[in-house]
């Protein structure tokens, strides 16, 4: 039912590439595809009950907003080491400890995206690298803050508040 | 600094649209977004701790997945009418009551998509209408139970995820 026929790239770009696939003849047969390299989201902890996020600019939505620090794998990279890589140039902190909590799917209805979402602990203060086209303001808030402020706001970036409410009633309890 | 001097609309699909736009010279100032219509996302609620699923294949990542009832936007279409619609449609209930909880951005850095999150309640069996190219089980769970399975898993659909952990830790403890 799902058996790819023809499968054509229409745009490859910097971020995204965009696929087309033909399951066969007809209207409904077409599937549009963002093909997506991955990506990882890191939590990280100052102290048991403080954590790490940034406040970005974002285009595609026209504003500011509060999310944990992430970015997209590189060619080759582990989802592992782009962590501590984007933990570094996005925030300066190197972490000494850094656990696997949870995979996400942010959009499988057209987008192949998976997001790896860490636990960095053990922060040691390094120097933050920006890119030129990033915009980033460090904010250190307690997690229940946190938390109170997206609820508040009630338009929240979806990988933080995902990272936020299951690392404080699943991850921590468990 | 995010003036757009140039915009540019790659391809225009059934779901998916890209866009690129130019804000100056260089490989640095070129935003490759794509612009979607808006989704809605429905926790239908049979009774306070119990709710209803659907298990669905989702082609770009190629696998099942258990996920919040969705939809995207129709042109003109409200949120809530859209909500109302893919209840129906997807799962084949009518609801007495929907509230909304909140909204997400699942990709802000390529994607202008924007789900909003209702609760629905009061719900009455009607016809499940599905489209053909829909592939879905309805699955009835307790909430906890729901919470218990994904964590288990630990590779889930971002939008359902947050549904759930908001509406049991956050919204109905509000």
Tied chains: 1, 2.
Excluded at 60 to 69: T, Y
Excluded at 132 to 160: C, F
């Amino acid at each position: 039912m799902w058996e790819t026929k023809e499968s054509k790239i229409i745009y490859n770009g910097k971020v995204v590439k965009l696929r087309i696939d033909y399951l066969g003849d007809g209207e409904n047969k077409v599937r549009e595809v963002i093909q997506h390299p991955g990506a990882v989201a890191i939590l990280p902890l100052i102290s048991e009950d403080k954590v790490i996020l940034v406040n970005q600019y974002r285009y595609p939505i026209g504003r500011w907003i509060l999310e944990v620090p992430a970015g997209t794998l590189k060619e080759g990279e582990s989802p592992e080491e782009c962590a501590l890589r984007e933990l570094e140039e996005e925030v300066g902190y190197k972490a000494r400890r850094l656990k696997k909590m949870l995979t996400i799917y942010p959009s499988p209805g057209y987008s192949t995206e998976v997001i790896h979402i860490y636990l960095a602990s053990g922060l040691e203060k390094s120097t933050q690298r920006l890119e030129e086209d990033e915009q980033i303001t460090i904010v250190e808030l307690g997690l229940d803050e946190a938390i109170k402020e997206l609820s508040r706001n009630g338009e929240v970036d979806g990988k933080t508040f995902i990272t936020l409410l299951y690392y404080k009633y699943v991850y921590r309890r468990s």
